[in-house]
């Protein structure tokens, strides 16, 4: 595991923006899948903006670049307990914003495990 940084976990009142974009289910050529452009509007999950109360913890992800990547950090985070929603304010080839809301506070070892299994870092 890795460890984390206090820095790269900020719990604080985030800038929810909602993107309003869709699936991204052919996957991206960053990522190995092919197929997405690497556009910075690529699939980003929508369905999660206007999650629940709690706790909102803001992270900085580097090495996205598509939709595939925003869908693959969006999957890993999601699954993590007590997680109730994810949004990804993607910066193609730069440092992306991770607001992750949940029921309480996360455990930043699982949290840096989660990216790592998605492929990126924190930054």
């Known amino acids: 595991m890795?460890?984390?940084?206090?820095?790269?976990?900020?719990?604080?009142?985030?800038?929810?923006?909602?993107?309003?974009?869709?699936?991204?289910?052919?996957?991206?050529?960053?990522?190995?899948?092919?197929?997405?452009?690497?556009?910075a509007t690529d699939g980003a999950d929508a369905a999660t903006a206007g999650a629940p109360a709690g706790v909102s913890t803001e992270l900085q992800?580097?090495?996205?670049?598509c939709g595939h990547c925003v869908t693959s950090v969006t999957a890993?985070?999601?699954?993590?307990?007590?997680?109730?929603?994810?949004?990804?304010?993607?910066?193609?080839?730069?440092?992306s914003t991770v607001t992750v809301q949940s029921a309480a506070p996360l455990d930043p070892q699982a949290v840096a495990a989660a990216i790592d299994e998605a492929g990126y870092e924190l930054a």
């Not at 992800?61 to 670049?65: C, D, I, K, L, P």
């Open 2 to 39: 890795m460890n984390v940084a206090p820095s790269a976990l900020n719990p604080s009142t985030p800038k929810l923006v909602d993107l309003g974009l869709t699936s991204a289910s052919e996957g991206g050529s960053c990522c190995g899948g092919g197929g997405c452009g690497n556009s």
């Open 61 to 65: 992800v580097a090495g996205m670049t």
């Open 76 to 95: 890993e985070l999601s699954a993590l307990e007590g997680v109730t929603g994810v949004n990804v304010a993607l910066v193609a080839g730069g440092v």
